[in-house]
């Protein structure tokens, strides 16, 4: 987890200690094949590959900072006319954050606990605001950190490989990277389900849900790729135009039902509630097949991970991209000085039980008083974009 930025930085202030890092990063440049992550130049395009196949791409804080750095000189580059960002290995976009690492960083006081975050959510801010277009091939497991990679860029594009999910509650934390933003501005209350729950999206439903832009066939992605980087000159249009050709001919699963389409009614009427109390009770009133096993899964999550997330979408709605995360980073902080973040961790990862014991168990125990705490300005340490 890249020790060489750990240790010097300690006595840094946080500004400080981004620009640190960025300048060792700028004499570090990896291109080889074993490198966490590639980036590379290749006609006109900037490419990120994601190269842990292993672990399903999931993202350290290392190439959290390569792809920050990159993407901000490519940005200043006039040679340079897009970005795009893929995985290897043919499973995983991203699977996410390398989470054990950070619980480890916690137990011991690390500061990566304050680094990954304050970095990685700058560069989802700095993907939001990317002045080049930014293509994201989001092929198969795209999940938390690996959300973040992409949701924010111009272009999303899913193949029928895409698994999505934001399945943070299940492990004591909440759908960070910007979820604050991109989650509420989904139609109707999808955005709550897929946040609260962990909900799995599948290929074309990941576009049915407005979280990718297209939908190629996997084995077509060598191909777009390259007619991208053939682009000469593209703009924003050119790239549109060539990724809606890709789209047009793909005929995967095209007559399927969006798989929530029949339960839109019930999910926007269910999670519209103010309070996590009130959705369980909605929940439980109503009663269906669907409605019992969304409450199933909601009694498995941590409750102070329900009531912190279920708030976050809700403020987030009218926020800004940059506020959200600012809001985030504060949430970040609270759960890393937590019990069930390190809980989650334990029984998913370490000892891989699924029994987590969360502290406090019941959703009537985590006080309006605590969830407000979390949301509190943090002073200097705040994040600042």
Known sequence: MAAWVLRPLHRLKPFNRLQAILQHLKMSKHTDSTAEVLLEKRGGAGVITLNRPKILNAISFSMIQQIYSQVKTWEQDPETFLIIIKGTGGRAFCAGGDIRALADAGKVGDRLTQDLFRVEYTLNNTIGTCKKPYVAL??????????????????????EKTLFAMPETSIGLFPDVGGGYFLPRLSGKIGYLLALTGFRLKGRDVLKAGIATHFVESDKLPALEEDLIALKSPSKENIADLLNSYHMKSKVDQEKEFVLDEHMEKINSLFSANTMEEIVKKLKQDGSPFAIKQLETINKMSPTSLKLTLRQLRE????????????????????????DFYEGVRAVLIDKDHSPRWKPAALEEVSDEFVDNCFKPLGNNDLKL
């Open 316 to 339: 987030g709605a009218s926020m800004s991209l940059q506020e959200v995360l600012t809001m985030e980073y504060r949430l970040s902080q609270a759960c890393m000085g937590g019990h």
């Open 138 to 159: 989001i092929d198969g497991i795209t999940m938390g950190g690996g959300v973040g990679l992409s949701v924010h860029g111009h272009f999303r594009v899913a193949t």
